[in-house]
């Protein structure tokens, strides 16, 4: 924390230098004793400034923030809605501090406003209120602030990492409009447990008359209305309703392909909304709701319940899925994953777990380092105990379910686990797997169906998938889907259209490129619209400017033509 000069000083220190190197080459002292006075001045302003390195060094400044509720709906922070980020500053020593620039260092998908200059007197606090936006659900952090401080002509600056990690929990937006018929009923019943809200034409003598129609084949004989079938001397049956509880199960695709683009606007991002706005009004209108998300393998899996608590569970997982650390799932490798902790460290710890000279070749102790991509070498004893220490002293965001968490890790070795647990709770970010092993997706998208399948039949599921890769074994993808539709379940298939989701090039060559590979990218899901609406499933091409009723009210109407009617 040593003082430098701003640029107005390195001006003046320039300007300085010249007048005293005219001055000397023309002999003219006035020139140099201007130009020494002028150094001088900046000098004295140096040591002036000094003292306040010496309180920054001796933690005389501190940092301190927080995120109030929201002003949505039950205070939520909400993604792509603005919410305010206080800071506080503390200052216990002797002389004001004027903050010149403060730079937030936070998650990628958080956008704070880093224009913020304030002036703190000596022995008080201020308060400074930042305009932050979240691009896309997720639990996202705020790992710390960098404060530059200068001295009242402008001429010195000192920077300062003031490291305060705060997760921010985002929710998706639930936009659809309240009362909209969300989710599309099947008409048939299944075997439900109790009555739900949703009225369904069925067959029998149970429930309520919905209406007296003329006689067609296949009706029951026990359908026959005899007093109106005397009246219209012509056989009338009666037409019945009653109240059921649906079961909904929701598969969503969080691989590779469907984080492409930027945050917030990438399809797992549509994904993610689509099925927290589907899960809220199914279970608002008291049906059963799960979910299962996918990949290579099953991700996570809800099984289908009611209620509110249900939402909560469903939104809590949705939330996960962009701090996956899984080994299978991501792409970096051991040695970059503890180069990625150690640099965490030292940063935000102030802790160096580097090694400073290599051992020798036969020294044992080669066994316990991890070498980073640059040829650095990071002792993995140390790396561990501070990660363990630190785990324990600040429990992971998951909160009573932070004994768990361990064992949610997927990683071949219980140390690295660890590290990949400390990335997620930390928000060290780690790059998801674009590629997944050949035939990965089709049996990922097997194991998903046939988990959110099992049970009774009759319920409604909904796959929230991209299907690229999915269909590249055509045969196996469709003979599941044409299982799940054997067992009774009526499947629908929302596709986020690529290319709708990728970000615009500013280049006319870039824009070129760009329709070419929609071009290819729109051929290859119209031939797995075709191949998937052959077996009788709705598939409904989806983009970003879709609302979800509109997506919603597509949704009825497709399955108003495949099935006939749809209950409302």
Same mark, same amino acid.
């Given at each position: ?6 640029t107005?000083?390195?001006l003046?220190?320039?300007s300085a230098?010249?007048i005293?190197l ?5 002999a ?5 004793a201007?130009g020494g ?7 004295t302003m140096h040591m002036?400034?000094?003292?306040t ?8 400044i ?6 109030p509720p929201?002003d949505t709906a039950?205070g939520?922070i909400i993604?792509t809605?603005p919410f305010?980020?206080h800071?506080?500053? %503390?200052?216990? &020593?002797?002389r004001?501090?004027?903050i ?5 260092f936070?998650?990628s998908?958080l956008e704070?406003d880093q224009t913020l ?12 209120s930042a305009?932050?936006?979240a691009?896309a659900?997720? /639990?996202w $952090?705020? /790992?710390?602030?960098?404060l530059e ?6 001429c $010195?600056?000192v920077?300062?990492?003031f490291?305060?990690?705060?997760g921010v929990?985002v929710?998706?937006k639930l936009s659809?409009?309240r ?8 008409q048939?019943g ?6 739900g809200?949703?009225h ?9 008359? %919905? ?5 067609t084949?296949g ?5 026959i209305?005899?007093?109106a ?5 012509k056989l009338m049956?009666?037409?019945l ?9 929701i ?6 392909s469907?984080?492409q ?6 399809k797992l991002d549509?994904g993610i909304?689509?099925a927290?706005a589907?899960a809220?009004e199914?279970?608002d209108?008291?049906?059963?709701? &799960? ?6 393998r099953?991700?996570?899996a809800i ?5 509110k608590?249900q939402?909560m569970?469903i939104v809590?997982?949705?939330l996960?899925l962009?701090?996956l650390v899984?080994e ?7 040695g ?5 902790v ?5 940063h935000q710890?102030a802790?160096?777990?580097?090694v400073?000279r ?6 044992p102790r080669?066994s316990r ?10 002792d993995?004893?140390?790396?561990g105990?501070?990660?363990a ?8 965001m998951?909160? %009573? ?6 064992a949610?890790v997927v990683a071949?070795?219980p ?5 990949r647990?400390f990335?997620?709770?930390r928000g060290i ?6 590629d997944?092993?050949p035939? &990965?997706?089709?049996a990922?998208f ?6 959110g399948?099992?049970g009774h039949?009759?319920k409604?599921?909904i796959v ?7 269909l590249?074994?055509a ?5 599941q889907?044409?299982?799940a %539709?054997?067992?009774?379940? /009526?499947v629908a298939?929302?596709c986020p259209? &690529?290319?709708? $989701? ?8 870039g ?9 290819e990218e729109?051929?290859?899901a119209e ?5 998937v609406e052959r077996l009788?499933?709705p598939?409904l091409m ?5 609302v979800?009723l509109v ?11 495949l099935?006939g009617r749809?209950?409302?």
């Amino acid at each position: 924390m040593t003082p430098y000069l701003s640029t107005r000083g390195r001006l003046l220190l320039a300007s300085a230098l010249v007048i005293m190197l005219g001055g000397a080459v023309r002999a003219a002292w006035p020139l140099i004793a201007l130009g020494g006075l002028v150094l001088s001045t900046l000098i004295t302003m140096h040591m002036l400034f000094y003292p306040t390195a010496v309180l920054l060094r001796r933690r005389k400044i501190e940092l301190a923030w927080w995120v109030p509720p929201s002003d949505t709906a039950g205070g939520a922070i909400i993604a792509t809605h603005p919410f305010q980020l206080h800071v506080a500053l %503390r200052n216990h &020593g002797p002389r004001a501090l004027r903050i010149h620039d403060l730079q937030i260092f936070c998650s990628s998908a958080l956008e704070v406003d880093q224009t913020l200059r304030v002036t703190v007197p000596r022995g008080t606090e201020s308060e400074l209120s930042a305009r932050t936006v979240a691009a896309a659900a997720g /639990h996202w $952090f705020l /790992h710390g602030a960098s404060l530059e401080f200068g001295d009242p002509l402008g001429c $010195f600056r000192v920077r300062a990492y003031f490291p305060n990690p705060l997760g921010v929990k985002v929710f998706p937006k639930l936009s659809a409009a309240r009362g909209a018929a969300l989710v599309a009923r099947p008409q048939a019943g299944a075997l439900h447990e109790r009555a739900g809200l949703h009225h369904v034409r069925r067959k029998g003598l149970g429930g309520e008359l %919905r209406e007296i129609r003329e006689h067609t084949q296949g009706d029951a004989f026990k359908q026959i209305a005899w007093k109106a079938s005397a009246r219209a001397r012509k056989l009338m049956v009666r037409e019945l309703e009653s109240e059921i509880v649906v079961t909904h199960q929701i598969l969503l695709d969080v691989a590779g392909s469907m984080r492409q683009g930027e945050v917030g606007r990438a399809k797992l991002d549509y994904g993610i909304e689509v099925a927290a706005a589907f899960a809220r009004e199914a279970l608002d209108a008291g049906d059963r709701v &799960g979910l299962t998300t996918f990949d290579a393998r099953v991700i996570g899996a809800i099984e289908p319940r009611d209620g509110k608590p249900q939402l909560m569970r469903i939104v809590d997982h949705l939330l996960e899925l962009r701090n996956l650390v899984d080994e299978d799932l991501t792409e970096l490798t051991d040695g970059e994953l503890v180069t990625a902790v150690a640099r965490y460290l030292a940063h935000q710890e102030a802790l160096d777990v580097r090694v400073p000279r290599p051992a020798r070749m036969d020294d044992p102790r080669w066994s316990r380092l991890a070498a980073g991509p640059g040829g650095e070498l990071y002792d993995l004893d140390a790396t561990g105990r501070v990660v363990a220490t630190l785990l324990k002293a600040r429990p992971p965001m998951a909160g %009573r379910h932070a004994q768990s968490w361990y064992a949610r890790v997927v990683a071949g070795d219980p140390e690295m686990a660890r590290l990949r647990l400390f990335a997620r709770v930390r928000g060290i970010e780690v790059p998801y797997r674009r590629d997944p092993p050949p035939g &990965g997706r089709v049996a990922g998208f097997g194991a998903a169906l046939a988990k959110g399948g099992a049970g009774h039949a009759g319920k409604f599921v909904i796959v929230i998938s991209d299907l690229e890769g999915i269909l590249e074994d055509a045969d196996s993808a469709l003979r599941q889907l044409a299982v799940a %539709r054997q067992r009774g379940h /009526h499947v629908a298939v929302v596709c986020p259209f &690529g290319p709708a $989701f990728a970000k615009l090039a500013r280049t006319p060559s870039g824009q070129r490129v760009g329709e070419l590979l929609a071009g290819e990218e729109r051929r290859r899901a119209e031939q797995a619209r075709r191949n998937v609406e052959r077996l009788g499933i709705p598939v409904l091409m989806a983009g970003p400017e879709d609302v979800l009723l509109v997506l919603v009210r597509r949704l009825a109407r497709a399955r108003a033509a495949l099935r006939g009617r749809v209950a409302g």
